[in-house]
T-cell receptor
């Protein structure tokens, strides 16, 4: 089992719809969770981070964390063609006194005009 | 404030050679992390340096090494290159060590091709 799993997609949604991206992780001790967006040929850029159970909203983006079920999700409301990109989930765990970052392989999102 | 810079942007090498990649973090950032990104494996953590010390290391062979200088600039070296080392190498800087509570800012990457 991979430490951080994401469906590779592509996930296709029509413009204006809600896109739902999911990520599961195996280490119950994971502390914090990040969502990055990566456009083709570009480097990842941080969208949101979440530490506590529940929802966190920032504009059109909502991150949801459920530590009991070990999943974190990202909702994108009113999806736009410019949201078409690969979305990477990153999980932070304590490892030997240091913090270790593990990325999922990403979900490719396609927003259809 | 200038972002993370990486040099060179593109590199072509042959098997058996070695390569050194450079990363300059955002001014004031003391942590630099290196990642390898390939289509099949995604983004994989190589190592992290903070205040010239390696703080964390991923599961890569000893051919991959790095260092950090007193000005926080970091270099990554790969010796005895293999075809499978072809990848995009990304560095990310943050204020403090660990990716936990500190946002990482990624550089544009170095695209390494091994022939």
């Amino acid at each position: 089992q991979k430490e951080v799993e994401q469906n590779s997609g592509p996930l296709s949604v029509p413009e204006g719809a809600i896109a739902s991206l999911n990520c599961t992780y195996s280490d119950r001790g994971s502390q914090s969770f990040f969502w990055y967006r990566q456009y083709s040929g570009k480097s990842p850029e941080l969208i949101m981070f979440i530490y506590s159970n529940g929802d966190k909203e920032d504009g059109r983006f909502t991150a949801q964390l459920n530590k009991a079920s070990q999943y974190v999700s990202l909702l994108i409301r009113d999806s736009q063609p410019s949201d078409s990109a690969t979305y990477l989930c990153a999980v932070i765990q304590n490892s030997g006194g240091y913090q270790k970052v593990t990325f999922g392989t990403g979900t490719k999102l396609q927003v259809i005009p | 404030k200038a972002g993370v810079t990486q040099t060179p942007r593109y590199l072509i090498k042959t098997r058996g050679q070695q390569v050194t990649l450079s990363c300059s973090p955002i001014s004031g950032h003391r942590s630099v992390s290196w990642y390898q990104q390939t289509p099949g494996q995604g983004l994989q953590f190589l190592f992290e340096y903070f205040s010239e010390t390696q703080r964390n290391k991923g599961n890569f062979p000893g051919r991959f090494s790095g260092r950090q200088f007193s000005n926080s600039r970091s270099e990554m070296n790969v010796s005895t290159l293999e075809l499978g080392d072809s990848a995009l190498y990304l560095c990310a800087s943050s204020l403090q060590a660990g990716g936990g509570y500190n946002e990482q800012f990624f550089g544009p990457g170095t695209r390494l091709t091994v022939l």
